[in-house]
């Protein structure tokens, strides 16, 4: 008797055999894509996703059913792993447990991801040699729910500002959702209260400039809903975000695409796609290419969060 969802498909993943279980899994509705469309996405966009992921700890985000079921957050390695799958063991100290992470170091481990139902690939911005002090400060552009995109856009050109005013080079990105992101690689000094503490400072030197786009409010209940929220959360520990080439979870297959400044101001990000992105980077190469060709003090940020202390505490 067939399987219901099809027979396995064994799939060359550079010097590895990959098998793809129940390949016609419908994972995404909207437009059928299957289980196997999703491996033969990660493939195609594999140089891209494995700069994103490499040597990273990576959150899975799986969906045994489809994007149409159940969600699992899976931070340890799921069980029945090949030994050839690298790992790399962190501490959360809140409840003080660890865990070994999934931290690719080959395409072959994210096909096999793909394989365990992984449909996103959320990365802590540290590296498996140093996984207390981050290497990547993430700014996230999260609108509020009635803020339209064209604030988000906005808001990044803002974000640009300050990044050249500072000497730094950001890489941007869809989320794959309604806001942006954009990256930027930091020299791996600062532990995470530091890296967040600085966020927070650019977070709020935004907010001066754009007093009527942004808000740094923590709480969601204290934000106005027309706002765009800078979210420098995201540099805390434990927290992660999708990485550049991740699909997401919903029925479109939307996709984190990495895209140039100059692209903000038309990109439209419910075009980028499983189906459209690996045509987008076979023309345009990866976007994020460079990104590890500096690594940026962070110095002038804790600065101005010294500053904005002082200013908190009436002083002058």
Known sequence: MAKEHGEDVHLTVGER?????SPDRVYFPARGETKLDLAHY?????????RAL?????????????????????????????????????????YDLHADELCPTELAEIIWAVQMSTV????????????????????????????????????????????????????????????????????????FAEVRRAALAFAHEVQRRAPEDVTTEWWRKDRDPSAVFVDYNQNARDHTIAAAYS???????????????????????????????????????????????AAHDLTPLLEWADRDEIVEDGGS
Request: net charge negative.
């Open 17 to 21: 055999e990959v098998r793809i279980s």
């Open 120 to 191: 996103e690939l959320h990365p802590w911005n540290v590296r498996r040699d140093d996984v207390d002090r981050p290497d990547e400060w993430r700014i996230d552009l999260d609108p509020m729910p009635d803020a339209p995109f064209a604030r988000v856009r906005r808001v990044a050109g803002v974000c640009r500002e300050v990044l050249d005013e500072l000497g730094m080079v950001g890489y941007p990105k869809t989320s794959g959702g309604g806001g942006l992101h954009v990256y930027v690689r930091v020299e791996p000094r600062w532990e």
């Open 42 to 50: 990660y493939i195609a966009v594999g140089e891209g996703i494995l």
């Open 247 to 293: 699909v997401r979870g919903n029925p479109e297959g939307t996709v984190s695409t990495p895209i140039t400044w100059d692209e903000v101001e038309d990109v439209e990000p419910a075009d980028c796609t499983i189906a459209t992105v690996p045509e987008r980077v076979a023309r345009l190469g990866d976007l994020h290419a460079s990104i590890d060709d």
């Open 54 to 94: 490499r040597d990273r700890p990576t959150m899975l985000h799986r969906y045994p059913k489809g994007v149409a079921g159940t969600k699992v957050h899976q931070k340890r390695l799921p069980k029945g792993a090949p030994d050839w799958v690298s790992t790399v063991r962190l501490h959360f100290p809140r």
